[in-house]
């Protein structure tokens, strides 16, 4: 059931674009809206109730600066944006409260750098599950991705 709407859904989504892109669309854990794509949309998935890592890359190919401002998913009570940082050899995170991306350009979510960090899942989650992220921006509509849920090894 709940497998059924999530592809119905895609299917909207690519099917709007129309044409050769909605073939191009077919690809899995992609999204694109109105001059933003997402692509490689993963999640890193730990035991428990540990906090989970989202990582993606997001190409803004308008002609327009886009900015991100926070994300959200019924998967987790709480996302937020994080940066990875090293002070004095020490591993440590601050979270971001937006990130500009010029046109043109596009920012990488990976280990060690940006990562949406999710936290409280409201469900058990595990390797190979699909996830709904909606990305939010400033002045740009909201943008609702996949993200592939995989082990902590494989990034
Ligand atoms: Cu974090």
Redesign the pocket.
């Known amino acids: 059931m709940a497998n059924g709407k999530r592809k119905l859904k895609r299917w909207i989504s690519a099917a709007s674009l129309g044409g050769l892109a909605a073939c191009l669309l077919a690809f899995p854990l992609a999204a694109s809206a109105d001059g933003l794509d997402v692509t490689d949309a993963r999640m890193r998935v730990l035991p428990g109730d540990m906090?989970a890592?989202g990582y993606f890359r997001l190409d803004n190919t308008s002609d327009k600066r886009v900015v991100l401002v926070g994300a959200k998913s019924d998967a987790f009570e709480k996302v937020?944006l994080?940066?990875?940082m090293n002070k004095d050899g020490m591993a440590s995170?601050e979270?971001v409260s937006r990130l500009e991306v010029a046109p043109d350009e596009h920012i990488e979510f990976a280990p060690q750098g940006y990562?949406?960090?999710l936290m409280k899942p409201t469900g058990a989650l595990s390797a190979g599950d699909e996830v709904e992220i909606t990305l939010e921006f400033e002045r740009h509509d909201p943008l609702t991705v996949d993200f592939e849920a995989v082990p902590p090894t494989s990034m």
């Open positions: 906090p890592a937020e994080h940066r990875s995170m979270s990562h949406l960090m």
